[in-house]
T-cell receptor, first 113, second 113 residues
């Protein structure tokens, strides 16, 4: 059973398109996160949600909009895709009391042409 | 401004020997430090953590040391095994910011038989 899953695993699209990445966790965690790993391999936090409420919102363009329909899901919608959005996006989850131990999904490699 | 730095992009070690991975940080507002391990095409997996009030934590073959005065931590793997070959990320949790982790850029460890 996959603990944190993401779909799709690969996403290739044209500049200007809108796309979504889905994330689901079956660990019963109450906090979920989105990270971006850029071409230099830095993993940077973008957002986190606790019980469907946004608690971390880093300096991310407002073309990126996270949506949490319930505490097991955190989806990432990106509008008007740009070349610089090409990266690997990782979803993660944790218990708020153990936010140091985050469980990561396998990643979604987004390529914008 | 990179608050968590791993200055060695790669490390090669013989099987059975000790692997030492290093990490430096600049922010005094970190309350936990963590090491994550990442295989290609997978998400990072939690390995071991240490509270900022401790100076050592051990789990099997893995030991993390924290030197607060030098703002330095290290991960020791003894003995190293070929299956330990992966990218290791050092991360630090920002105090009271909802689980926000700041990651280093990773060190690729290669353990040769």
């Amino acid at each position: 059973d996959t603990a944190v899953s993401q779909t799709p695993k690969y996403l290739v699209t044209q500049m200007g398109n809108d796309k979504s990445i889905k994330c689901e966790q079956n660990l019963g965690h109450d906090t979920m996160y989105w990270y971006k790993q850029d071409s230099k391999k830095f993993l940077k936090i973008m957002f986190s949600y606790n019980n469907k409420e946004l608690i971390i919102n880093e300096t991310v363009p407002n073309r990126f909009s996270p949506k949490s329909p319930d505490k097991a899901h955190l989806n990432l919608h990106i509008n008007s895709l740009e070349l610089g959005d090409s990266a690997v996006y990782f979803c993660a989850s944790s218990q708020v009391t153990r936010a140091d131990t985050q469980y990561f999904g396998p990643g979604t490699r987004l390529t914008v042409l | 401004d990179q608050q968590v730095k791993q200055n060695s992009p790669s490390l090669s070690v013989q099987e059975g020997r000790i692997s030492i991975l290093n990490c430096d940080y600049t922010n005094s507002m970190f309350d936990y430090f963590l090491w994550y391990k990442k295989y290609p095409a997978e998400g990072p997996t939690f390995l071991i953590s240490i509270s900022s009030i401790k100076d050592k934590n051990e789990d099997g073959r893995f030991t993390v040391f924290l030197n607060k005065s030098a703002k330095h931590l290290s991960l020791h793997i003894v003995p190293s095994q070929p299956g330990d070959s992966a990218v290791y990320f050092c991360a630090a949790r920002v105090y009271n910011q909802g689980g926000k982790l700041i990651f280093g850029q990773g060190t690729e460890l290669s353990v040769k038989p």
